[in-house]
């Protein structure tokens, strides 16, 4: 049947409709479910058929493109009858009452959308577009429900961040990225330009930066901290020319989004000093092919400042956004300690250390910013005394630097790890690709507060809002940039967006199932990572663990054999408890055949459980090793995703591990966990010596192996020895030697790694 879509988009201008309140949320049948969740929905009684024919009216050039937004929408999911002479009448009116970026959406016999604002008329169509989405039929009709939505931002600043250095994302996915800011009412897009490893924004004046500065020898294959990592051996570059720039930026001008461009100094600079190094005070680097925190710092001289005004200068005249991001984090001064020029500068400023050339370099970075008519953002790392208090800090490395910040008089936007790293591990099932470390689980992003209890009310004012940082060292195409940030961001939109009081992380997952197919018929990719099982120790309880699994939605399966959950295998319905030691394997079934996951735990009930343990020469503290703990909570970390939570490191080249027990006992076999399994290649130890003692403070060794004689069951060193009773162990772990250390560009001595010491 011919489809006829009668859209009509002109100006007209029509009366001002009588004003209405709303009366809170009612549901019926036809619940709009949308992300994030509006301030407000009343949903009335019965449902529009919407025609076959739109009839789309602005009173507002401002507007014309937010209609053609919703031509483009309708028409991919239009209602089927043929009659555009009934056409449904859709209106975007201006309305100066509303605030910059609320809006109002009411769909009765024809659908009303009202801001004072593109932006605020750009979130209409938003909400407008996920309800066509949901109530489309399969038979062509749409049937939108009655409702009225006042809706309205909870912060002003709600951003995602896309690192464009370790991996480059050409312009139409920086396009594709905007359009996914904009649908999720986000407004902010933090582009981080510059790092060690690419330039990626030319700099007319500085032709290098890009010739040289944006293209690398290779790339690190596996985690850049394996040991005896490997380079691809394929040369990564791109970057984008100041024509294609100005084309982002009005494209994400069109969707209410503004740019944050981040030239990032005094550090992560090495891109920038292979191809200048003059403005260095160490040698010249190589961009680099790692990825970590190198030393390679901007020397604060003056031909460093006249650089950076010229650079910032290309850069403010670029964007034409408030702010300039300009990095400040994780600055390594060495190269700073050995350097006359900063040696003159400390003098003559009387610093009292080389730390104090960072504050000044934020000193001098703002006054060149402030004359070019831009506000500064910095990382955290920033916050010193003497720093201009108009510049903002993006807190990431916790809420707590960002309630510092605040109080201390500066706008903060937080970002912080935990909440909002999406470069982090979604879950710890073993069907997570390679991640850089550390987990941010849905329900954690769900869960991230930018306002802490803690920050007095007189400061919260200075919470701009929020964002979420999308690092790239390994992510690598835009398949894989979409399933870090989906749903994820989703659940940061709505964090920013929605009152506070209305979060519901149950209801926000049900939301979801709209809005993920709504995501996709866009095609985007979304992970289902929160569908995974998540599986923990509740607690010990004699010789044995009650465990629990978890997942965001459908029915646990689990075995204890090792073999994989399927429909005959039990269904999780509350903690299990296993004696002895036990493998724990878990899917989430959701129907339809659909199976999410490859989760497991192992654990091991064993002597030294319940003895004391301390570490090196460190007294009967036991908690004062917090990373200790994890050797003996009973958890094999050596089938789970890398986590280095799970995991123990010592940084030294021989460890002496103490088990004491109550009294004597009888031991002939210790176990020591040394190889991640997942994603993290650990430095296997050199050497172990197990000795035995007893009342009488006799030691004795019952055990010694080097790296060619140890005997390990793949993922742990084990070694038997004829049964003794002794009141403790003596375990001595020598590293792996020394290493090349690509960040610290030296030998240094390999780290112990290790999990769970199993006594038996
Ligand atoms: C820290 S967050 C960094 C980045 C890394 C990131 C990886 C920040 C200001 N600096 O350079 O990419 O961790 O999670």
Same mark, same amino acid.
């Given at each position: 049947m011919l489809r006829r879509l009668g859209i009509r988009i002109g100006v007209v201008v029509f009366g001002a409709v009588a004003a209405w309140t709303v009366v809170g949320t009612t549901n019926n049948v036809m619940t709009a479910k949308i992300v994030?969740? %509006?301030?407000q929905i009343q949903t009335d009684d019965g449902e529009l058929i919407v025609s076959a024919g739109v009839d789309i009216r602005v009173d507002?050039? #401002?507007?014309t493109f937010a209609a053609e937004q919703l031509r483009v929408a309708f028409a991919k @999911?239009?209602?089927?009858?043929?009659?555009?002479?009934?056409a449904t009448v859709i209106e975007l009116a201006r309305d100066?009452?509303? /605030?910059?970026e609320s809006y109002t959406l009411e769909i009765n016999e024809r659908i009303r959308l009202r801001a004072a604002t593109r932006a605020g008329m750009g979130h209409a169509v938003q909400t407008l577009r996920q309800l066509i989405f949901q109530f @489309? $039929?399969?038979?062509g009709r749409l049937v939108l429900p009655r409702l009225r939505i006042v809706d309205a931002p909870r912060f002003g600043y709600r951003g995602m961040h896309l690192d464009v250095s370790r991996h480059f994302f050409d312009v139409d996915f920086v396009k594709r990225y905007i359009d996914l800011i904009a649908l999720h009412k986000m407004n902010y897009f933090h582009w981080h330009l510059t790092d060690d490893q690419g330039w990626r924004i030319e700099i007319k004046k500085y +032709?290098?930066?890009?010739? *040289?500065? =944006?293209? $690398?020898a290779g790339t690190v294959t596996g @985690? =850049?901290?394996?040991?005896g990592s490997e380079l691809d051996g394929v040369e990564h570059g791109g970057y984008y020319t100041q024509d294609e720039i100005r084309d982002v930026v009005s494209y994400a001008a069109e969707r209410g989004i503004t740019i944050v461009p981040e030239f990032d100094v +005094?550090?992560?600079a090495s891109a920038l000093l292979a191809a !200048? %190094?003059?403005?260095?005070?160490?040698p010249r680097p190589d961009v680099q092919t790692h990825f970590g925190i190198f030393k390679h710092v901007l020397c604060p001289k003056e031909m460093t400042f006249a650089f950076l005004d010229d650079v910032f200068g290309e850069i403010a005249a670029l964007f034409p956004g408030p702010y300039l991001h300009f990095g400040g984090d994780e600055v390594v001064t060495d190269h700073w300690q050995s350097c006359d020029e900063c040696r003159e500068l400390m003098a003559r400023e009387g610093?009292?250390?080389?730390?104090?050339i960072q504050s000044y370099f934020t000193r001098r970075i703002e006054s060149i910013l402030r004359a070019h008519g831009k506000r500064g953002i910095g990382w955290?790392? *920033?916050?010193?005394?003497? *720093?201009? %208090?108009s510049t903002v800090v993006m807190a990431w490395r916790s809420v707590e630097r960002g309630r510092l910040a605040a109080e201390s008089g500066h706008d903060v936007i937080m970002s912080p790890v935990g909440h909002? !790293?999406?470069?982090? !591990?979604?879950?710890? /099932?073993?069907? #997570? +690709?390679?991640? *850089? @470390?550390g987990l941010t689980r849905l329900r954690d992003v769900y869960a991230?507060? %930018?306002?802490? &209890?803690?920050?007095?009310g007189e400061y919260r004012?200075?919470?701009l809002g929020g964002q979420g940082n999308l690092w790239t060292e390994y992510v690598d195409s835009a398949e894989a940039a979409d399933r870090m940030v989906l749903p994820r961001m989703s659940a940061l939109a709505e964090v920013l967006w =929605?009152?506070?009081?209305? $979060?519901s992380l149950d209801e926000f997952v049900a939301r979801l199932g709209e809005f993920i197919p709504f995501l996709e018929s866009q095609d985007y990719q979304v992970a289902r990572s929160h569908l995974k099982p998540e599986l923990s120790v509740i607690d010990t309880v004699d010789g044995g663990f009650r465990i629990a699994m978890d997942s965001e939605a459908g029915a646990i399966h689990y075995t204890l054999d090792g073999s994989l959950p399927d429909e005959e295998s039990p269904v999780y319905s509350g903690p299990i408890s296993v004696q002895g030691s036990a493998t724990v394997r878990a899917r989430t079934n959701i129907g339809d055949g659909h199976w999410y996951g490859d989760s497991r735990l192992s654990v091991e009930f064993h002597r030294a459980m319940t003895a004391k343990l301390t570490v090196?020469?460190?007294?009967?503290?036991?908690?004062?090793?917090? &990373?200790?703990r994890v050797l003996r &909570?009973?958890?094999?970390?050596?089938? $789970?995703?890398?986590?280095?939570? #799970?995991w123990a490191m010592f940084q030294d080249e021989a460890i002496v591990l103490r088990v004491s027990f109550d009294g004597p006992t009888e031991v002939s076999r210790v176990s020591v966990g040394i &190889?991640?399994?997942?994603h993290r290649r650990l430095p296997r130890p050199r050497g172990v010596r197990i000795f035995g003692h007893n009342t009488n403070g006799e030691v004795r060794e019952l055990y010694s192996a080097t790296a060619e004689t140890m005997e390990t069951d793949q993922t742990r060193i084990v070694a038997s020895f004829p049964v003794t009773r002794v009141t403790g162990l003596n375990i001595e772990i020598l590293n792996a030697g020394t290493l090349w250390s690509a960040e610290k560009e030296r030998m240094l001595p390999a780290a112990i790694v290790l999990d769970e010491i199993v006594v038996h």
């Open positions: 994030p969740q %509006p301030a507002d050039d #401002e507007f @999911h239009g209602a089927d009858a043929d009659d555009a002479d009934s100066d009452e509303l /605030s910059v @489309h $039929r399969d038979d +032709p290098k930066l890009t010739a *040289i500065g =944006s293209t $690398r @985690h =850049s901290l394996s040991f +005094p550090g992560h !200048y %190094p003059e403005f260095g005070c160490g610093m009292q250390g080389v730390a104090e955290d790392e *920033i916050l010193a005394d003497g *720093i201009d %208090p909002a !790293y999406f470069d982090f !591990y979604q879950s710890t /099932s073993l069907d #997570e +690709p390679l991640a *850089i @470390h991230f507060e %930018p306002e802490p &209890d803690e920050l007095a004012a200075r919470i =929605s009152p506070k009081g209305q $979060r090196g020469n460190g007294g009967e503290d036991d908690a004062k090793w917090l &990373d200790a &909570d009973g958890v094999l970390a050596s089938d $789970r995703i890398f986590n280095y939570q #799970e &190889d991640a399994g997942q």
